[in-house]
């Protein structure tokens, strides 16, 4: 009895120093190679652990915490990746973390070869054409009787009558045309003269002859309009009395039409005389009307840095209407073939230098290299590349500011930065910690002033 409660004994140890061993042997291991891992990977010379901001890679703290740049809390730093990756890189590259391209929103698009088609968006409006407005004056002096045409806006055709007028000097040349008509065999010098002088105050060829057949005067000389049209304007009245010269009618065709566009300096380069202009009304916005650009003002507006570009357009259907509001695209190509293109989104213009920000590819940690390009055209919304990047590479369309930022606290290429690791650029960035020493010191000497003798000074950290 006694051997078997002594085997028994003996078997319960056991089993409990196996189930011992499998709980906590093994957390005991696993534990070791946690601490063994962030020993190798995460520590200094030193031994001590090494913390950093995702965003700012520039930053090495001993102990955790938040970033004194942009308050991020502190992760531990991979040092022999870090410097792998540095080294692969090369000088002007720098890495971030993947939970700092996340928090950046990084977005890329790939650089590609394409024809660099633009399309020139222009403000403009209709208006009537010059040529084609013509002004009925009074070509003698007299008193309007009638108006056949008493408002602006209606449509006349050339020879319809405008108004009628009295005037005593047409009506002495009425009377020497009849008495030389009836001379005319013997003295024809002086009838053709006198039918001359009546042509020239405009009556009508018809009225003339009309006269010379009756034998009368007539009182009232109609005055006809020259062209076919609207009236734009109306500067007489009945009973008015006026003067040679006088203006009394403008009418004008708008069978044809000019749209005057305002085109901006940066877009004259392309457009030409001969180009086409598809443009849009408001009053038909689903429409499309096509222009010619006949004209390109030579001279640009010193106030809003643009020029008028004219062009022509038929309008047998009326549709149009001078100084209605349009909307006009000259569309094209520029150069020949294809070119390398990015999104303007990419591109960082800062007056003589352009840097886009190229996604590296091939290392575990994300990487990007800040690049100096020599823009060609603007497109659109791109613009081509001369020199700088490649076809197939990725360059940075959005969060590109925030990897400028990094650049320079980083004292890489940046836009504000010309001569990277030279620490040129740092000075710039070491004002938050010349500010928070200085704040220190203030904080320090207030407690060494309040605190009761025989008490210890604190080492104050900035947060």
């Excluded at 030409?272 to 408001?282: A, I």
């Excluded at 222009?291 to 570009?309: C, G």
């Excluded at 293109?341 to 990007?368: D, H, L, N």
């Amino acid at each position: 009895m006694d051997i078997k409660r002594t085997g028994r004994t003996i078997g319960l140890l056991l089993a409990g120093l196996l189930l011992g061993w499998i709980f906590f042997g093994s957390s005991g291991e696993e534990a070791g190679k946690m601490e063994q891992h962030i020993e190798e990977t995460h520590t200094d010379e030193e031994g001590e652990i090494v913390y950093t901001c995702s965003m700012h890679p520039q930053v090495r703290q001993n102990e955790p915490g938040d970033c004194p740049i942009c308050g991020m809390e502190l992760i531990p730093v991979d040092e022999e990746e870090g410097h792998q990756e540095e080294e692969r890189q090369g000088e002007t590259a720098f890495t971030m973390t993947e939970a700092a391209v996340k928090l950046a929103d990084i977005q890329t698009t790939r650089v590609e070869s394409r024809i660099p088609e633009f399309e020139i968006r222009m403000p403009g409006r209709i208006a009537a054409d010059e040529r084609r407005v013509s002004s009925i004056t009074a070509r003698f002096s007299g008193r309007i009787e009638e108006l056949y045409v008493d408002f602006t806006g209606t449509y006349v055709k050339q020879g319809e009558k405008l108004a009628a007028i009295y005037s005593p000097e047409l009506i002495s040349a009425q009377r020497e045309l009849l008495e030389a008509a009836g001379n005319k065999e013997t003295d024809r010098v002086m009838y053709e003269s006198a039918r001359r002088k009546l042509r020239l105050w405009g009556l009508p060829e018809n009225e003339i002859h009309r006269i010379e057949a009756n034998g009368e005067v007539i009182d009232q000389i109609p005055i006809v309009a020259t062209q076919n049209g609207y009236v734009t304007q109306k500067n007489v009245d009945v009973k008015d009395y006026v003067d040679e010269g006088t203006v009394m009618y403008k009418v004008a065709d708008l069978s044809r039409l000019w749209v005057l566009f305002d085109a901006y300096e940066t877009d004259m380069g392309a457009i030409e005389q001969g180009d086409s202009v598809d443009f849009t009304v408001r009053s038909h916005p689903a429409r499309r009307f096509e222009a010619k650009v006949t004209y390109v003002d030579p001279f640009i507006d010193p106030e809003t840095r643009t020029a008028k570009v004219r062009a022509e357009v038929e309008n047998t259907g009326g549709d149009l209407k001078p100084h209605m509001l349009a909307t006009g695209i000259v569309s094209g190509t520029a150069g020949e073939g294809e070119k390398l293109m990015v999104p303007r989104s990419a591109v960082m213009w800062t007056g003589k230098r352009s840097i886009v920000f190229v996604k590296q590819t091939g290392g575990e940690v994300p990487a990007f290299e800040p690049r100096l390009v020599t823009l060609g055209h603007r497109t659109g919304d791109y613009y081509v590349i001369e020199e700088g990047v490649e076809e197939g590479e990725q360059v940075v369309t959005h969060g590109n500011f925030k990897l400028d930022s990094a650049a320079q606290l980083a004292d890489r290429l940046s836009m504000m930065n010309r001569e990277p690791g030279s620490g040129a650029n740092r000075g710039a960035h070491d004002h938050g910690e010349m500010e928070m020493e200085m704040e220190e010191e203030v904080e320090e000497d207030t407690l060494r002033e309040t605190k009761p003798s025989g008490g210890h000074d604190e080492h104050l950290r900035p947060h």
